[in-house]
């Protein structure tokens, strides 16, 4: 056999499943994607309904690396467009811009009260300055930049609500991940000068598929289907067979029929407590230990259709208030006017979870209520503008970085390294907290790796 062409199997087909795909394909490799659910695309997959878009949670283009946003271009062709962004954070009665800028505060929360913020930040830099400490905790990371009212007035309500967890027990690494800046003075400097194409958390524009996010990963699934490769959709992966360092084949099941799926390469992004449970033989018990250390936040999505123009311009809406049940709320029509019709509006509210909690058990017409209450409570809608609702559910929306996670993470991936034709890819399957833009980049490389 020709080393550079080969026989992979891919389990899942997300954006990290259909970049490595789309990438191997292109090499003249023969693949073969299995997908439990029956679209593509994971989370970054778009649903229509009576001609509305929803995308869940609202997924956009955005890269400080050119040959990224090209090879989108390569693959989206006319329907990539240029938005400039607007978002704001919802405190009380007051908005503010997000990400925060620094300069607004005593505008926004008066002379007193922004002064309060701006010199808990001054008092905080000058204490790293003097005792620089890294701290392994998000509270500690952002407290030590930011100072103690910024975090208590934003980061602290509503990162807990998100990841369900004192900021105390979070990891480091969610701040570098998703505040994306050193310090307030940083924070200053990139809300001025930030292009495109610069830190994603404080980029002006972005780039967005005119008929929604899962445009992309149609074309991705498309491209593969062309190059000699199969999407099995509607299977489910229930067991990873290996022996000796090697595994030798896939044994999935759709509905009463079985069937195994052998090959040269497995990739997985399916996420990683999932492989490991499906691993046959069992792994070691210690390695189920750490795995089960490992958690993942699920998402619930409320889909509304709207009966006015319009409700406001932002892209998205984040909201720390902790008597408000979701964190954030996007208006697809803003991203997009492709995305809605019939002069009417929608909205896709965000609620974080965990898949054995309340939220994620109730039915779907108690959550759609509590939304809508809070919608209207806050003044952005009425009961009676509702012409249509439903509810879609994200199990593994991202990795839980709760501290120490690092540990039982390198743990559980010393383990598998060894394996040497197994890959890890994508946000769960690596268990990265990655942007779709990182996870195309890992793809490239992880492609260059298989086929060595």
């Not at 073969?32 to 659910?37: C, F, L, Q």
């Not at 925060?100 to 790293?128: D, N, T």
């Not at 027990?169 to 940083?186: A, H, K, P, Y």
């Not at 250390?293 to 999505?301: D, I, K, S, T």
């Amino acid at each position: 056999m020709n080393p550079e062409k080969r026989t992979v199997a891919i389990l899942g087909a997300g954006i990290a499943g259909l970049s490595i795909a789309c990438e191997l394909s292109e090499s003249g490799n023969s693949l073969t994607i299995v997908e439990k659910s029956p679209c593509v695309g994971g989370i970054a997959r778009s649903v229509k309904r009576d001609g509305y878009i929803f995308d869940l949670g609202g997924h956009r283009i955005c890269s400080d690396k050119q040959w990224i946003i090209d090879r989108m271009r390569q693959i989206l062709e006319d329907d990539l467009q240029l938005v400039k962004r607007k978002s704001r954070i919802r405190l009380g009665d007051k908005f503010i811009d997000y990400p925060p800028r620094p300069l607004s505060i005593p505008f926004v929360f008066g002379l007193r009260e922004g002064s309060m913020i701006l010199s808990s930040y001054v008092l905080s830099a000058l204490k790293s300055k003097l005792n620089p400490q890294k701290g392994d905790s998000f509270e500690q990371w952002i407290t030590g930049r930011f100072g103690t009212k910024m975090y208590e007035i934003f980061f602290k309500p509503y990162t807990e609500k998100v990841c369900g967890l004192p900021c105390s027990d979070i990891s480091v690494d969610w701040g570098t991940r998703r505040v994306g800046v050193e310090s307030l003075f940083q924070a200053v400097k990139k809300a001025v000068f930030t292009q495109v194409g610069t830190t994603k958390t404080y980029a002006t524009h972005f780039y967005y598929p005119q008929s929604g996010i899962g445009t992309l990963s149609d074309r991705m699934a498309d491209t593969v289907s062309k190059n000699n490769s199969r999407i099995m959709l509607g299977w489910e992966v229930k067991e990873v067979r290996w022996t000796n360092g090697t595994i030798n084949s896939l044994l999935i099941e759709k509905g009463d029929e079985q069937a195994v799926i052998e090959a040269d390469r497995f990739i997985s992004t399916i996420p990683l407590t999932r492989l490991v449970s499906l691993m046959k033989p069992e792994l070691p018990a210690h390695i189920r230990e750490a795995v089960a250390n490992l958690e993942y936040r699920a998402l619930v999505c409320i889909m509304l259709v709207v009966d006015r123009e319009r409700i406001t311009d932002d892209h998205w809406i984040y909201f720390p208030d902790t008597d408000v049940i979701f964190t954030r709320v996007h208006e697809p029509k803003n991203w997009s006017h492709k995305l809605a019709r019939d002069g009417r509006t929608s909205l896709c509210v965000e609620i974080m979870c965990n898949q054995d909690d309340g939220i994620w058990q109730a039915p779907d017409e108690q959550i759609i209520e509590k939304s809508v209450a809070d919608l209207s409570r806050l003044g952005f809608l009425s009961r009676d503008d509702i012409a249509d609702s439903f509810v879609e559910r994200v199990p593994y929306a991202y990795p839980l970085l709760r501290l120490g996670y690092q540990e039982h993470l390198a743990e559980v991936m010393g383990y598998l390294s060894q394996i040497g034709n197994l890959h890890l890819s994508g946000r769960t399957g690596a268990f990265k907290y990655w942007g779709m833009d990182d996870v195309i980049e890992e793809a490239v490389l992880k492609t260059k790796q298989i086929l060595c």
